[in-house]
Antibody
Framework: EVQLVESGGGLVQPGRSLRLSCAASGFTFDDYAMHWVRQAPGKGLEWVSGISWNSGSIGYADSVKGRFTISRDNAKNSLYLQMNSLRVEDMALYYC????????????????WGRGTLVTVSS | QPVLTQSSSASASLGSSVKLTCTLSSGHSTYIIAWHQQQPGKAPRYLMKLEGSGSYNRGSGVPDRFSGSSSGADRYLTISNLQSEDEADYYCETQRVFGGGTKLTVL
């Protein structure tokens, strides 16, 4: 079955760290770029970070640059997001999303979503 | 970076059809977009890819009640024979940029 399964969310205090994971199955993981997208309560979808098939190209939203680090392990079909210095405004459902292409070329889009993992930032 | 503009809400009756619009910003009218559906309390679901020519490809398992079309910078999602489960938020997206979403109410 083609799917993405996120894990690692939870309750964390402001300033602390959390590491999210995404396990992929049912498709050739290292053929595609992968991304993290988040959704704050009652809000729309916001792109967080993305990584190309070979980790050669990485990007971050300005809101998380310098605090979050994306990585992938193609041997394990897994995507990760290390989140440091967490803020209350980072509280959201975090989704793993598969891109339709291997890298950040033109004409790509998200074509597979995970179920999400909830990150709550509160003291 | 393109900007995608969507109406915040739409409504239509059970069994009828509705057409949702996503407008690409100036200079980006040829972009391919995707439509995603998010039912209440659920993760987004990929519905289809839609090209500027109007050609579209539905995702796996997406009913053929969902179709796409294009006109200039506008990209459309048409849902025919509306069902109660179609009540959801619908997002258009291209290259990591999302529209604000349209909340569809089925009356």
């Amino acid at each position: 079955e083609v799917q993405l399964v996120e894990s690692g969310g939870g309750l964390v205090q402001p300033g602390r760290s959390l590491r999210l994971s995404c396990a992929a199955s049912g498709f050739t993981f290292d053929d595609y770029a992968m991304h993290w997208v988040r959704q704050a309560p009652g809000k729309g979808l916001e792109w967080v970070s993305g990584i190309s098939w070979n980790s050669g190209s990485i990007g971050y939203a300005d809101s998380v640059k310098g605090r979050f680090t994306i990585s992938r392990d193609n041997a394990k079909n897994s995507l990760y997001l290390q989140m440091n210095s967490l803020r209350v405004e980072d509280m959201a459902l975090y989704y793993c999303a598969k891109a339709s292409a291997a890298a950040d070329n033109t004409g790509w889009y998200f074509d597979l979503w995970g179920r999400g993992t909830l990150v709550t930032v509160s003291s | 970076q393109p900007v995608l503009t969507q109406s915040s809400s739409a409504s239509a009756s059970l069994g009828s059809s509705v057409k949702l619009t996503c407008t690409l910003s100036s200079g980006h009218s040829t972009y391919i977009i995707a439509w995603h559906q998010q039912q209440p309390g659920k993760a987004p679901r990929y519905l289809m890819k839609l090209e500027g020519s109007g050609s579209y490809n539905r995702g796996s398992g997406v009913p053929d009640r969902f179709s796409g079309s294009s006109s200039g910078a506008d990209r459309y999602l048409t849902i025919s024979n509306l069902q109660s489960e179609d009540e959801a938020d619908y997002y258009c997206e291209t290259q990591r940029v999302f529209g604000g979403g349209t909340k569809l109410t089925v009356l």
